[in-house]
């Protein structure tokens, strides 16, 4: 791989665990089962934040835009929690922090879609970690379509993908929203990798 030297970004914005996910009913939120929370709040309490976030960033990741629709206007956040977690049928999850404007907008519209990044969007990753300049409900200035559903797809990106929300499991301070692949789209690019707080591409 090789770096951009000039980016460094915090795992606290892009980087998220995968927890151990429970089986629930679609769209809600549940507690986890008493020794795994009893485990996870010994785990809180032991492992200071910053150290949890040194290790994190350990682990490279693929970068994302996680977009939603809510009224006339789109949400979007970059992550790097997608994951896939079934084939039959297609499923993903993604963490998103509960008090972010995005997650609300996944959750009252029931849909999500993801954009790929590649290595020519260290930009829109930028933007909608909201480390450059904020972007209008209508995404002005950010080339994009309407997938199927109405969300947003950036344009350029090295894959889509448009998900309706089928789950959603309380994480900590994140949720963790479950979508079914309702149209998977392959692009083209190399990929934008975030390893050690720094984007990365393959050769």
Known sequence: MEATPRIELGMEVLQTSALPLGYV????TTILPSPLLSFAVRLWKHVPAQEFRDVMARLASGVVVVSARVGNGYRGLTASSLVSIS?????????????????AAVV?????????????????????????PAIDTRWQGVPHRLGANGIPLIEGCAAWLECRL?????????EICVGEIEAAIR??????????RSFWTLR
């Open 25 to 28: 009913a679609a769209i809600s």
């Open 87 to 103: 084939t039959e049928p297609p499923m993903v999850l993604v963490g998103l922090e509960r008090e972010a404007a995005t997650r």
């Open 108 to 132: 009252e519209g029931k849909a999500f879609n993801v954009s790929v990044l590649t290595r020519s969007q260290e930009f829109i990753a930028d933007r909608f970690a909201g480390r450059a």
């Open 166 to 174: 089928v789950q959603v499991h309380a994480a900590g301070d994140h």
């Open 187 to 196: 692009g083209s690019g190399d990929p934008l990798i975030l390893w050690d």
